[in-house]
């Protein structure tokens, strides 16, 4: 006799198992058919069930977006069919600007689009991590001012009636940033050493909670870097917004712009019109890149 199949929302990855909402709000715990590990959190999925509270993932249906970091080794999901990306930073633990760089270019990627949340303005160190941040701001990011220790509503019309995922280092409050808008312990926050200047890792899978029927936030685990192995040089370089005016007018058409002669993107910033640092960030990746390319010439991209 042939199972009867349900259509379901993974709102739990982790790894192996999956959690599936089923569309009358019942969940199931869940594998993924044979030995493909392809789903992840925010995937529509037909599932079958296997015993009382269990099931098999048997299809993933097409997705309109997935977020994924890789490296020459391995690739990770992240988050599949969300509106938009909201990366948190913080004055302390000191956050990477490399880091935040790399998840805008990501999102950017990706279609997703993202926010920058400065978090933890009640520290004397917040002015001047704002001040840092301005570059982004000039390009067209939005850098959202927070406190999600003193108060969370400045967040929440961000994230109505969207799917929101939260990414970001460890120690920058996104798990109390998740406990305050679920308003329940969900996610364990982590310590913060002083000495080593970082914070601890507390997530370790990917979750979806919803806080109305058309708003759903997704925390991920705290990352310490974001892999754009997946992405070619062009690909990159068209997720730089304030390249994009100069992109296609430089003296070659294959310029990468990085050294070449007559290239626009190193022209514009020479005359301040894209941040010096925003260029440095662009041809570090890149040489990085290639040189992970020719020492894996049998990887392929996803």
Same mark, same amino acid.
């Given at each position: 006799m042939k199972a009867t199949v349900f259509k379901g929302l993974v709102t739990g990855d982790f790894g192996r198992d999956f959690l599936v909402e089923l569309d009358d709000g019942t969940s199931l715990t869940c594998v993924r058919?044979?030995?493909?590990?392809?789903? %992840?959190?925010?995937d529509t999925v *037909?599932?079958?069930i296997t015993s009382p509270g269990n099931g098999r =993932? *048997?299809?993933v249906h097409t997705r309109r977006n997935v977020l994924f970091r890789t490296d020459a080794f391995r690739e990770k999901t992240l988050a599949a069919n969300i509106d938009q990306a909201i990366i948190i930073v913080a004055p302390r633990p000191t956050f990477s600007e490399t880091f935040l760089s790399m998840c805008l270019v990501a999102c950017d990627g990706a279609g997703i $689009?993202? =926010? =920058?949340?400065l978090n933890k303005k009640d520290l004397p160190e917040y002015e001047e991590a !704002? $001040? /840092?941040?301005?570059?982004?701001e000039d390009i067209g990011y939005t850098v959202l001012p927070m406190s999600a220790k003193l108060d969370i509503e400045p967040l929440r019309p961000y994230l109505t009636g969207k799917s929101t995922l939260l990414v970001g280092q460890s120690g920058m409050g996104k798990s109390r940033t998740v406990n305050h808008l679920v308003m329940r312990d969900v996610a364990k926050e982590? =310590?913060? /050493?002083? $000495?080593? *200047? /970082?914070? !601890?890792? %507390? %997530? %370790?899978y990917t979750r979806l909670y919803r806080l109305s029927p058309s708003t759903a936030i997704m925390d991920s685990p705290g990352l310490q870097s974001f892999g754009l192995f997946?992405? /070619?040089d062009d690909d990159i370089a068209y997720a730089m917004p304030e390249f994009r005016p100069y992109i296609g007018t430089c003296k070659y058409g294959n310029c990468v712009h990085v050294r070449e002669p007559g290239c626009a993107v190193i022209a514009a910033a020479a005359d301040k019109k894209i941040n010096p640092t925003r260029l440095a960030f662009y041809q570090a990746l890149i040489e990085q890149q290639h040189e992970l390319r020719e020492n894996n010439p049998e990887w392929k991209r996803p």
């Open positions: 058919k044979g030995k493909k590990q392809d789903a %992840t959190c925010g *037909d599932v079958s =993932i *048997d299809e $689009a993202p =926010i =920058i949340m !704002k $001040a /840092s941040l301005k570059k982004f982590g =310590i913060f /050493s002083e $000495a080593l *200047d /970082s914070g !601890k890792h %507390t %997530t %370790t997946h992405l /070619s």
